[in-house]
């Protein structure tokens, strides 16, 4: 058994007129566990986990970039969140106790929102405030 907390940060530098944002899925390893290292149906379960925290992260990216201000920017980033977390709860509603960890529906719809993301991979954004 296993979990790996994770959240998407967000850190904000402003030069001038133009405010910079770093947007990472992170995990928390001080929040994280493994019950058994070698249980690798846990850890495929968990990779799903991630992989819909960095489609997260990619949505933000894309809509963060339509803010502004900061503080517009942080509201989207706060939505995001709290969309992450309902994703991650139906995400286990439907893969928790499954002997491959991920069935194959989900592998096909996380698969599908990175590549439709793809272009929002980059960590870096930024608008520019009047």
């Known amino acids: 058994m296993a979990l790996i907390r994770h959240t998407i940060r967000v850190t904000p530098t402003t030069v001038k007129d133009t405010i910079y944002f770093k947007v990472s899925a992170c995990m928390d390893r001080n929040a994280s566990w493994f019950k058994n290292a070698n249980d690798t149906i846990s850890l495929i379960h968990e990779q799903g986990h991630w992989d819909i925290c960095e489609i997260y992260a990619r949505e933000l990216r894309r809509d963060i970039t339509k803010a502004k201000s900061q503080k517009e920017?942080?509201?989207?980033?706060?939505?995001?969140?709290?969309?992450?977390?309902?994703?991650?709860?139906?995400?286990?509603?439907?893969?928790?106790?499954?002997?491959?960890?991920?069935?194959?529906?989900?592998?096909?719809?996380?698969?599908?929102?990175l590549e439709e993301l793809n272009e929002y991979r980059n960590e870096h954004v930024y608008i520019i405030v009047p």
């Open 73 to 113: 920017a942080m509201k989207i980033w706060s939505r995001a969140i709290k969309y992450l977390a309902k994703e991650g709860s139906k995400y286990d509603k439907y893969n928790s106790g499954i002997s491959s960890g991920i069935t194959e529906e989900w592998k096909i719809i996380i698969a599908t929102r």
